[in-house]
């Protein structure tokens, strides 16, 4: 009687290593969506401005102003529609997150000490940030605007640069500006500024770039396959 030997089975194991995880794509929303997410709760902001401006509130023996009442409205709603957006998109930009982490920290120092002054000075540190996270880029030779806006403006380096460094300049006019508005004038006259005047310099901004946009915009047989 023979003894029959047993081989193990070999199995043949797939050692080919699992595919990389590609980055995900943040979900695109309606711009109609979208700018109302941004700039709804700064509209929503005015408007409880001029409704409370001529009123006074006391609470817990302490007396708030309109300005205080309508700051403590803005602060959750600006969360909660930055929150919203992050929902939808999957992603927010540096750009939205310091701008809600410093209207968290100083709309929240207003309300706490009663004092308009910290939120007034907030679009001032805004525009320094980013001034001089830009400037600091074109230090190094690049142009971090790049990196936030490429997929919605492509252009050449040489265009990404010039804008770069205007718009750094420009951040730092309006941080200058700011301080000047707010220390100078009324609330009042600063509130129409901030809700209005600011977003149309933005925007008249980069309505003036056009030519740099069209000079150095990357045509389809410039991208590459």
């Known amino acids: 009687m023979t003894q029959e030997s047993h081989v193990p089975q070999q199995t043949n194991v797939d050692k080919t290593p699992p595919p990389a995880k590609t980055p995900t794509e943040p979900r695109k929303i309606s711009p109609i969506l979208k700018l109302a997410l941004e700039l709804g709760p700064v509209i929503l902001f005015f408007i409880a401005y001029i409704k409370l401006k001529d009123q006074s509130f006391t609470l817990n023996g302490r007396d708030y102003d309109g300005f205080i009442l309508a700051t403590a409205g803005f602060v959750p709603l600006i969360l909660i529609c930055t929150g919203i957006?992050?929902?939808?998109?999957?992603?927010?930009?540096?750009m939205q997150i310091v701008t809600a982490v410093l209207i968290t920290v100083f709309g929240g120092l207003s309300v706490w000490l009663n004092d308009d002054r910290f939120f007034k000075m907030k679009p001032t540190?805004?525009?320094?940030?980013?001034?001089?996270?830009?400037?600091?880029?074109?230090?190094?030779?690049?142009?971090?605007?790049?990196?936030?806006?490429?997929?919605?403006m492509p252009?050449?380096?040489?265009?990404?640069?010039i804008i770069t460094r205007r718009l750094c300049a420009f951040f730092f006019?309006?941080?200058?500006?700011n301080e000047v508005i707010?220390?100078?004038?009324?609330?009042?006259?600063?509130?129409?500024?901030?809700?209005?005047?600011?977003?149309a310099a933005i925007f008249?901004?980069?309505?003036?770039?056009?030519?740099?946009?069209?000079?150095?915009?990357?045509?389809?047989?410039?991208?590459p396959n």
Do not use: C
């Open 85 to 94: 957006l992050w929902k939808l998109t999957g992603k927010l930009s540096k």
């Open 125 to 152: 540190l805004i525009y320094l940030i980013f001034g001089g996270a830009l400037g600091l880029g074109l230090l190094r030779g690049e142009s971090w605007l790049q990196s936030v806006m490429g997929d919605v």
């Open 155 to 161: 252009l050449k380096h040489e265009g990404w640069m």
């Open 173 to 177: 006019a309006l941080a200058v500006l």
């Open 182 to 199: 707010w220390r100078t004038q009324t609330t009042d006259i600063w509130v129409y500024f901030k809700t209005f005047g600011l977003t």
């Open 204 to 223: 008249v901004f980069f309505m003036t770039q056009s030519k740099v946009l069209n000079a150095y915009a990357i045509e389809d047989d410039d991208k």
